[in-house]
Each structure stands twice: as C-alpha cells, then as structure tokens.
C-alpha cells in the first residue's frame, strides 16, 4: 500500500517569498492534517481537514498559511510571506475518518522549509 | 503549562538495559493515549497505544495514570536499533485530534 506522499523534500526560500507544499494522503483516508515541526519540538497541528471540509485550523497562522483540500484527497498548504520564524519541517498525515475511536496517523516524509 | 510535557533526554544507555520514560498531559479530560517513535530526520510513526490496565508489546510496556495524568512507557532489553526520539501523545477529545509532547531521545550504545 502505497504511504502518504508529499513534495517537495526540501525547500530554500528567503524570507518574504511564497512557498507551497503538496501532499497526497493514503487511498480512502477522508482526514488529512498539516503539522510543524520545528527543530527540538514535537509536531504541531497546523490544519486538519475531514474530506474537503476543515476541522480544526485553530493554530493556523491565517494572515500567513493557507491550505485546502478541493476535491478531498490531495492538498496544498502555503506561505506568503515566508518569515524565518518558519523555518521547519512540514508532515502532512492521514487517518481514516474517525467516528467512535482514534485511528492511528500516518506521515508523510515531511518537507523541510528552510527561510534565510 | 505545556498540553504534553517530556524530560527532552537524551538518555544514553547501553544494550541491554532497562530505560523508562514519563509524560505529563494537562487535559484531564483527554481521551487516548499513545507513544510514536521518531528516528533521525525521519517522520513520526506509532510505536503503541496506551490503555488503562497497561499493555505490553514484546519488550515495551505503556502504562497509564489517569489520577495523576501520567504516561509512561519501559524499554527492557535494549538494541541499538531502539535510537530514537519517542514522543508521548495525547488525544484531547474528538475529531481524532493528536497533541505531540516534544520528545525524550534515547540513544543505545554498545
């Protein structure tokens, strides 16, 4: 079964540039989330989309990122402008739609974000 | 107050050792609980879910306090293979939300 995919791997931008990153979860997961993950930090949730349809964004930084999920399946999420402050690497996962328990996460390989 | 708070580590032990890690959550009314595993420059993946009565998987226990709000997890026996950062993860409540602690890393020596 092929895994959660994501693009680019790597990224160099400067700051105040615009940046997209583009990610593919697993065949039939409805759930797809976007996270951060900042060097020595645990993955943040940044977007968590439930077919085309989101849940949560409440840690999105809305005047900078933007996501969306068209068709609910693949995804794109956004930076513009880049600040240095983002730095990071970004894990999209999926799940498959939770109804009465939690269901394990599978990530992507992430893309590392690098602003200077 | 951090949601999930972990001693950032690193342990270093040797193989063969026994090695515990604790996690402290902030949301009493958090639902599941779970362990991933993080290698180097690599993405999280699920090491084992956490139950009330505690459970084992080979040579890792999880075991859960609910009155204290306290996880842990115990690596018997331990490989070079088991390097790594573990996280200690929390779902809050609906929507399959997953709250990341920062991470304890472990590093196995000969």
């Known amino acids: 079964e092929a895994g959660v995919a994501q693009s680019p791997r790597y990224k160099i931008i400067e700051k105040r540039q615009s940046v997209a990153f583009w990610c593919n979860p697993i065949?039939?997961?409805?759930?797809l989330y976007w996270y951060q993950q900042i060097l020595g930090q645990g993955p943040k949730l940044l977007i968590q989309f439930q077919n085309n349809g989101v849940v949560d964004d409440s840690q999105l930084p809305k005047d900078r990122f933007s996501a969306e999920r068209l068709k609910g399946v693949d995804s794109t999420l956004k930076i513009q402008p880049a600040k240095l402050e983002d730095s990071a690497v970004y894990l999209c996962?999926?799940?498959?739609?939770?109804?009465?328990?939690?269901?394990?996460?599978?990530f992507g390989p992430g893309t590392r974000l690098t602003v200077t | 107050r951090k949601e999930v708070e972990q001693d950032p580590g690193p342990f270093n032990v040797p193989e063969g050792a026994t090695v515990a890690f604790n996690c402290t959550y902030s949301n009493s009314a958090s639902q599941s609980f779970f362990w991933y595993r993080q290698d180097c420059r690599k993405e999280p993946k699920l090491l084992m879910s956490?139950?009330?009565s505690g459970n084992e998987d080979g040579r890792f226990t999880a075991q859960l306090n609910r009155a204290s709000q306290y996880i842990s997890l115990l690596i018997r026996d331990s490989k070079l293979s088991d390097s790594a950062t573990y996280l200690c993860?929390?779902?809050?409540?609906?929507?399959?939300?997953?709250?990341f602690g920062a991470g304890t890393r472990l590093a196995v020596h000969p």
């Open positions: 065949s039939g997961h409805a759930t």
């Open positions: 956490v139950y009330s």
């Open positions: 996962a999926s799940s498959p739609i939770s109804r009465d328990r939690v269901y394990e996460q599978y």
């Open positions: 993860v929390v779902n809050p409540g609906g929507y399959n939300k997953l709250i």
